[in-house]
Nanobody, 127 residues
Framework: QVQLVESGGGLVQAGGSLRLSCAAS????????MAWFRQTPGREREFVAA????????YYADSLRGRLDISRDNIKNLVYLQMNSLKPEDTAVYYC????????????????????WGQGTQVTVSS
């Protein structure tokens, strides 16, 4: 079992940066891939980025690649999402998720492949 809590969201001007954090509890955290998704009202949850269980591989949504950096610290049980050059269309609730087959290098972009979710953190980018 893994419990996830996001933090670091807030209000930022366009062009600014934010670093989101996801704190995980549960002894199996380090075995799972981690991902970030985002959602705006009336829209489906959208894949943002994912990282393998050991941090050796990452994958980003095409539309966001180049502005994001996902990382993890398996000693501290933390996952980060560094977001740069933020745009108003990045405004959303951001969720971290854990799942997939343990200790594999496969990264899923489908939300239904992830078993554990945080409560989300709001990111608002003003123009």
């Amino acid at each position: 079992q893994v419990q996830l809590v996001e933090s670091g969201g807030g209000l930022v001007q366009a062009g600014g940066s934010l670093r989101l954090s996801c704190a995980a509890s549960g002894h199996t955290f380090s075995r799972y891939a981690m991902a970030w998704f985002r959602q705006t009202p009336g829209r489906e949850r959208e894949f943002v980025a994912a990282i393998t269980w050991n941090g050796g591989g990452t994958y980003y949504a095409d539309s966001l690649r180049g502005r994001l950096d996902i990382s993890r610290d398996n000693i501290k049980n933390l996952v980060y999402l560094q977001m740069n050059s933020l745009k108003p269309e990045d405004t959303a609730v951001y969720y971290c998720a854990a799942g997939g087959k343990p200790e594999t290098d496969v990264l899923e972009t489908d939300e239904f492949e992830y078993d554990y979710w945080g409560q989300g953190t709001q990111v608002t980018v003003s123009s």
